[in-house]
C-alpha cells in the first residue's frame, strides 16, 4: 500500500551543521526506503520547541490547511518527538504522525532478513514504543511487511499494555541470547583458522555494498536507497599478493541514529569492532560529506571505536567519478596532504577507479595488523611481564602452579620478538588456559 503524506523538517540545535535542503532530501529518501509517496516537503523553522506540539502554533494551523483536500495518510516529522507532543499533532492534523525514530525503526523493521536482525529491531521498537503507548492507528494496519510499527494488526504490542510489553521484551531478549550463542560459536570456529576481517562503515547510501561488490567480484545488492543493506553479509576478498581476507558490509549509519538501534546492533556490528582493518567509506561527492562524517564518527565512538585512533581505520573517499578532472585534482591534492597515520583514498566503486590502490593499502595494512599469541611465563619474571604489558596487550592473564598464561595482542613488528622471547604459539580458542600453559612450557623448553 503506498500512502501520501506531508514531510515536516525540522530545524534543532544538533543538525545546525546541516544544509537545510540536504536534510530534506534525506528524510524523502528514507521517505523512499519504505515506498512513501511524498505529497509534500518543507522546512519548518523552530524558534522555540513547544512542549505541547513542538511546532509552533501558527506551523501546526497552516499544516492542517496544507492537508486539508488531499488524501494524506501520514505526516513525518523528521526530529525526535516526544509521546505527548506526537500526540497532539495526530489530533490537530487527524492523521498518524511519526518522528525520526519511528521512521528508522519502520525502515529497519522491513528491511531485516535474519532472525538475528529481526529481533534486534523488535526489541528497539519495543523499548521506543513502551514510552508512548498510543492505539494503532488503523488506516495503516493492512501494511504489509515489517512488524507494522505503524500499526500492524499482528503486533500484539500495539494493543497491549506496558506489562505485556515488558515481558515480550523478556522474551525477544532470551531469543536473541540464544541466536547471539549460535552466532559467537560460528564465529569462534572460524577463529580457528586465523583470518583477518575489514569491515565497511560509513554513512548510509555511501556506496559500502557496491565497493563490497568491487572488491568481492559478488552481487549483493547495492540500491540509491537509505539502509538497503541491513544484515551483516562476510566475503573473501583476495589481496594483491595472493592473500586473503574476509570483507564485512553491514548497516549504514545515519545523523541521529536512535540509541535504542546503535544498542541493539551492537551485537551484529562486533565484526566490525573486532576487524583488522575499517574503511569508512565516503561519499565525497555529497554536500553533506563533512556532517556525514561527524555522524560516523559519533556512531563509532558509541560503539566503542576511537575514529582518530588512526592505525586501522583507512578513509575511502567514493564516487570521484561525479567530479571533472579539476575537481579531481584538488581532491587528489587534499588527500596527499593528509598525516599518514589518517590516510585515504579516493575511489569509485560504481567504476573501479582507485581499487586496486586501496586493495594494495588494505594489504600493507593488514602486514601490520596484530597477531593474538598465547604464551607461559614464570611469575616471577617481573621484567618480562612488565615488558609484555608495555608493549602488547594483555588479553588474559591467569596464575597457574607458578606461571602465568598470558594471552597477548602484537602488531607486526613485535609478533618475532614474543615469539623467540617467550615461546609464544598462535591463540587458540580451543585449548583452555591450562592446556594451553601447558603447551607453551612444552614449546619452551625445546631448545
Ligand atoms: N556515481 C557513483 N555512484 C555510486 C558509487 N558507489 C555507489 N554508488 C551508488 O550509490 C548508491 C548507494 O550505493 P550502495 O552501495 O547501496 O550504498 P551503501 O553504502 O551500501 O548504502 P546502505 O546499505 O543503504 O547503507 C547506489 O545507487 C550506487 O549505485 C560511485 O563510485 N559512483
Ligand atoms: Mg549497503
Request: proline share 4%; glycine share 8%; net charge neutral.
Amino acid at each position: 500500500m503506498r500512502m501520501r503524506r506531508v514531510e515536516g523538517e525540522t530545524q534543532t540545535t544538533a543538525s545546525a551543521l546541516r544544509d537545510y535542503e540536504a536534510r530534506l532530501d534525506e528524510a524523502k529518501g528514507l521517505a523512499g526506503a519504505i515506498d512513501l509517496e511524498v505529497a509534500e516537503a518543507l522546512v519548518a523553522p523552530v524558534g522555540q520547541i513547544r512542549p505541547a506540539t513542538f511546532l509552533g502554533k501558527g506551523k501546526v494551523e497552516e499544516i492542517v490547511g496544507l492537508l486539508a483536500g488531499h488524501d494524506i495518510e501520514l505526516v513525518v516529522v523528521d526530529c525526535a518527538l516526544s509521546p505527548i507532543q506526537q500526540r497532539n499533532l495526530e489530533k490537530a492534523w487527524n492523521t498518524k504522525v511519526l518522528d525520526r525514530t519511528g521512521l528508522i525503526l519502520e525502515i529497519f523493521g522491513r528491511r531485516a532478513k535474519t532472525k538475528e536482525g529481526a529481533l534486534q529491531v523488535e526489541l528497539a521498537h519495543l523499548n521506543y514504543q513502551r514510552s508512548r503507548l498510543v492505539r494503532s492507528w488503523t488506516h495503516l494496519e493492512r501494511q504489509r511487511g515489517g512488524f507494522g510499527f505503524m500499526g500492524g494488526p499482528g503486533e500484539t504490542q500495539i494493543e497491549a499494555d506496558r506489562r505485556q510489553i515488558g515481558e515480550r521484551i523478556i522474551h525477544l531478549e532470551n531469543e536473541l541470547k540464544k541466536v547471539r550463542a549460535t552466532r559467537r560459536l560460528h564465529r569462534e570456529g572460524r577463529k580457528r583458522v586465523p583470518y583477518r576481517v575489514v569491515a565497511l562503515v560509513g554513512y548510509t547510501n555511501a556506496g559500502k555494498s557496491t565497493l563490497f561488490n568491487q572488491l568481492t567480484r559478488s552481487d549483493v545488492q547495492a540500491a540509491d536507497m537509505l539502509f538497503a543493506t541491513l544484515d551483516p553479509t562476510l566475503r573473501a576478498i583476495a589481496l594483491p599478493h595472493g592473500g586473503k581476507a574476509m570483507l564485512s558490509d553491514t548497516v549504514g549509519f545515519i545523523s541521529n541514529l536512535p540509541t535504542q538501534l546503535v544498542a541493539a546492533f551492537r551485537a551484529t556490528l562486533e565484526e566490525v569492532m573486532e576487524a583488522d582493518v575499517i574503511l569508512h567509506v565516503r561519499d565525497i561527492s555529497h554536500e553533506d560529506a563533512q556532517a556525514q562524517q561527524h555522524d560516523v564518527d559519533a556512531v563509532l565512538r558509541q560503539l566503542g571505536i576511537d575514529p582518530d585512533a588512526g592505525g586501522r581505520i583507512l578513509e575511502v573517499w567514493n564516487k570521484i567519478d561525479r567530479f571533472n578532472p579539476a575537481e579531481r585534482e584538488n581532491l587528489r591534492n587534499i588527500a596527499a596532504r593528509r598525516p599518514p597515520e589518517h590516510p585515504c583514498f579516493l575511489v569509485s566503486a560504481a567504476t573501479g577507479e582507485g581499487i586496486d590502490a586501496l586493495l594494495a593499502a588494505i594489504e600493507a595494512r593488514l602486514a601490520l595488523a596484530s597477531t593474538t599469541l598465547d604464551l607461559s611465563i614464570d611469575a616471577s619474571d617481573g621484567a618480562g611481564i612488565s615488558w609484555l604489558h608495555r608493549n602488547a596487550e594483555v588479553l588474559d592473564k591467569r596464575l597457574l602452579d607458578g606461571r602465568f598464561a598470558m594471552t597477548v595482542r602484537v602488531d607486526e613488528t613485535k609478533r618475532q620478538i614474543v615469539v623467540n622471547r617467550f615461546a609464544a604459539v598462535p591463540h587458540s580458542t580451543l585449548t583452555s588456559p591450562h592446556v594451553g600453559a601447558e603447551r607453551s612450557e612444552a614449546r619452551s623448553r625445546v631448545p
